[in-house]
Structure formats: structure tokens, C-alpha cells
């Protein structure tokens, strides 16, 4: 079965810090793009960040630069979203999403989501 399966959420203090892990299942990540999304309650799902097949490239969502870390170990199959500096407003359901060649390209696989909530 051809999955991502996203992994490392929770619930954090303003100010604290997650590592988000997509590992994908079935198939080998390093020949996609992996973007970051999320989605908080009532809004739009956004692009958070992404990172070319080759980790040469990335790119973040202004209102997580400098605080958010995109990454990816293609040996383990597995990239990561290390987030610093949490704030209440990244609350949301993070996914993770394969994209064919390129950060713009179509989205070929969705992960299920996992939720991050940042509470005192």
C-alpha cells in the first residue's frame, strides 16, 4: 500500500518546539518534492514549506520563516519539519504531501495529518 504517514505531533507551549516526521510506505520519497501543509479549525488548508527531491531547494510560508526547518534523509525514506519558536497561531492538522518532480507539481500522495496544538 502506497502511503505517507506523518508523525511527531502533540501538544507544545508557546515557545517550544516539534519535529514533524513524513515517512513515506510503498514507494521512495526520493524521487518527489515534499511539501508541508496545514490546516487550522474554520481556515483553509496553506503550504507551510517544501523541499525538492534532491534537498537542494527549499522553500517556507513567511509566517513560519525562521522558525520552521524543512529537511529530508532519503536513505531513511523520511523527511522532517523541525518547528521552533512555537506560536498558539500554528495550531493546526499538519500533512504532508508528495509532489511529482518539483514543489509545483501535482500532488501525487497525502498523508493522513497529525494535529500540533501550541497551549500554555
Known amino acids: 500500500q502506497l502511503q505517507l504517514v506523518e508523525s511527531g505531533g502533540g501538544l507544545v507551549q508557546p515557545g517550544g518546539s516539534l519535529r514533524l516526521s513524513c515517512a513515506a510506505s510503498?514507494?521512495?520519497?526520493?524521487?518527489?518534492?515534499i511539501g508541508w501543509f496545514r490546516q487550522a479549525p474554520g481556515k483553509e488548508r496553506e503550504g507551510v514549506s517544501c523541499i525538492t527531491s534532491s534537498g537542494s531547494s527549499t522553500n517556507y510560508a513567511d509566517s513560519v520563516k525562521g522558525r520552521f526547518t524543512i529537511s529530508r534523509d532519503n536513505a531513511k525514506n523520511t523527511v522532517y519539519l523541525q518547528m521552533n519558536s512555537l506560536k498558539p497561531e500554528d495550531t493546526a492538522v499538519y500533512y504532508c504531501?508528495?509532489?511529482?518532480?518539483?514543489?509545483?507539481?501535482?500532488?501525487?500522495?497525502w498523508g493522513q495529518g497529525t494535529q500540533v496544538t501550541v497551549s500554555s
Open positions: 504531501a508528495a509532489k511529482h518532480l518539483y514543489c509545483s507539481g501535482s500532488i501525487a500522495y
Open positions: 510503498g514507494f521512495t520519497l526520493r524521487y518527489y518534492a
